[in-house]
């Protein structure tokens, strides 16, 4: 498992992709996730701190994308995280794509306490973005970064929110929270269940309500949820 770990953090490290190892390795999905556990540690060791986790692969046309059909989670550091507005440094990463989701606040028993619209970047260390299911889990879910506009109260409906995903002004994509197992807020207790640990103050990413696209450099990038706001990064 630290080998498979090692690996994965060094292509990481060095924006560099690998082959699929670990389902070259023949492991299952309950392995894949113990050799997620080593590759955040590694992160720990180096300073980095959680502060959250997400859930993958909630939404059918992501599932088709990626070409599986199980809701996976990884884990969020302190590293990962970005400022609304600002910039992302796309030369550190290997074939980053970004999408549109909803962001929950929880408290230490896994309730949500606030939502926000958010991006998430993700960025699959494997070569030409192919991985099985075990592959992904393994990589920590393609986790690399996330942005999260400003918090507000929970609204009573989130199953049918409006979703749009501009590039330099553009629509790229349009989708709906209800993409989102249903409503996004079931992704919560999904998430809680799946992760078995959490924290006052984390932050819960619900998953995707359109599919990525490629996050290009020198692009601006905003998300809009229907009566949540918008969130915002550029790319360098």
Known sequence: MSD??????????????????????????????????????????????????????????KMAQVGVDEVIWGRLTDAMAIADGATVDTSALIHPRIEPEVAFL??????????????EIIDSRYADFKFSLADVIADNSSAAAFAIGDWKPLPDG?????????????????????????????????????????????????GAATAAVPLAPRSHVRAVVEGLGTVAVRAS
């Not at 560099?16 to 060791?45: K, T």
């Not at 002004?169 to 992760?195: C, K, M, Y």
């Open 106 to 119: 929880l408290d230490a028993d896994g309730n949500a306490t606030a939502v926000a619209p958010a991006l």
């Open 4 to 61: 498979l770990a090692e690996q994965l953090d060094a292509a990481a490290r060095d924006g560099v992709a690998i082959p699929q190892i670990v389902s070259a390795a023949g492991l299952d999905a309950d392995a894949a996730y113990a050799v997620q556990e080593a590759l955040i540690a590694r992160r720990l060791a180096r300073g980095e701190r959680l502060v959250g986790i997400k859930l993958g692969l909630t939404s059918r046309a």
């Open 158 to 206: 989130l199953d049918n929110l409006g979703v749009l995903l501009e590039v330099d002004g553009r629509v790229v994509q349009i989708g709906s929270t209800a993409a989102i197992l249903g409503d996004p807020r079931r992704a919560v207790t999904r998430g809680v269940r799946l992760a078995d640990r959490v924290e006052a103050g984390w932050v819960l990413l619900a």
